[in-house]
């Protein structure tokens, strides 16, 4: 299976703290998306990195990609209760072809 | 304004009935989906439709047929529904490649009694 593979399962950390996510994938890339799902809701958009790239930022959140290892990395820095959410990598693989979900981390910042 | 919008937000249903779930999206997007999010959070792919034409056909029971009258909206018959169709299913859409950046609807949560 293409789909990537999220660890751990389960993070639960104190409000302040950094989270940090991995996603593993078997497949060579063409990006790496991250989104976050809220309770009950649908899932957000979080950030894009595409396979020639290693490191993107975007606020608090700084992903990594090491295509050599076939992995990523979500770091969410100085975590709020508001980031309590499941946080779920996507893998596009191939030409034009379907995105494929990992199934998912939930987080849960303590407040 | 919603971006992807989803109706109804719950459905609750006998098995053996036919319901449909529709979608609309504001974005002017070309490409639009369906997902399937079991009770374990797992989101499957079923159906990805471009400009109107099928470009995703996941391995989906022929229950489930999709429809898009034009590129803003994309619906999802379901017949003859069965106890293991109970999940969430939502919508999403893209400018174009279904590997670009993705906007999902809120989700209609359907339950087969």
């Known amino acids: 299976s293409q789909q990537g593979e999220e660890d751990p399962q389960a993070l639960s950390i104190q409000e302040g703290e950094n989270a940090t996510m991995n996603c593993s994938y078997k497949t060579s890339i063409n990006n790496l998306q991250w989104y976050r799902q809220n309770s009950g809701r649908g899932l957000v958009h979080l950030i894009l990195?595409?396979?020639?790239?290693r490191e993107k930022h975007s606020g608090r959140l700084r992903v990594t990609l090491d295509t050599s290892k076939k992995s990523s990395s979500l770091l969410i820095t100085a975590s709020r209760a508001a980031d309590t959410a499941s946080y779920f990598c996507a893998t596009g693989h191939g030409a034009n072809s379907k995105l494929t979900f990992g199934k998912g981390i939930t987080l849960s910042v303590r407040p | 304004d919603t971006a992807v919008s989803q109706t109804p937000k719950y459905l609750v249903t006998q098995m053996g009935n036919d319901k449909s779930i529709k979608c609309e999206q504001n974005l002017g997007h070309d490409t639009m989906y369906w997902y399937k999010q079991d009770s374990k959070k797992f989101l499957k792919i079923m159906f990805s439709?471009?400009?109107?034409?099928?470009?995703i056909n996941e391995t989906v029971p022929n229950r489930f047929s999709p429809k898009s009258p034009d590129k803003a909206h994309l619906n999802l018959h379901i017949n003859s529904l069965e106890l293991g169709d109970s999940a969430v299913y939502f919508c999403?859409?893209?400018?174009?490649?279904?590997?670009?950046?993705?906007?999902f609807g809120p989700g209609t949560r359907l339950l087969v009694l």
């Open positions: 439709y471009n400009n109107k034409e099928l470009i």
């Open positions: 990195i595409r396979s020639n790239e």
């Open positions: 999403a859409s893209s400018r174009g490649s279904p590997q670009e950046t993705q906007y």
